[in-house]
């Protein structure tokens, strides 16, 4: 099966940034959909930014401007680079991994920490 490994969580000063990395392995196809998800302690999984098959970028409202979705081809991960980081960012950070149109695939990571706080 597929698995979903990310790593680069830590905490970090308001205002500071941080680099998340996703790394794949198992059979992975080509044209998948990555995406960036989050879940504070307490509240609802929410979606933070999307790699799309074609190779187009989509973000949340509040994350345009500040977090930027990418592949990184020399590692051959799927990286979130966050800047500008606020306390509500904290938040366990998960990667995902989909296909268009086959819903059934549908993969998650085991998340990694980000806090931000002085």
């Known amino acids: 099966q597929v698995q979903l490994v990310e790593s680069g969580g830590g905490l970090v000063q308001p205002g500071g940034s941080l680099r998340l990395s996703c790394a794949a392995s198992g059979t992975i196809f080509s044209g998948n959909v990555m995406a960036w998800y989050r879940q504070a302690a307490g509240k609802q999984r929410e979606w933070v930014a999307t790699l799309t098959n074609t190779g187009n970028t989509i973000y949340a409202d509040s994350m345009k401007g500040r977090f930027t979705i990418s592949r990184d081809s020399a590692k051959n991960t799927v990286d979130l680079q966050m800047n500008s980081l606020k306390p509500e960012d904290t938040a366990v950070y998960y990667c995902?991994?989909?296909?268009?149109?086959?819903?059934?695939?549908?993969?998650w990571g085991q998340g990694t920490q980000v806090t931000v706080s002085s």
């Open positions: 995902n991994l989909r296909y268009p149109h086959t819903p059934q695939f549908d993969f």
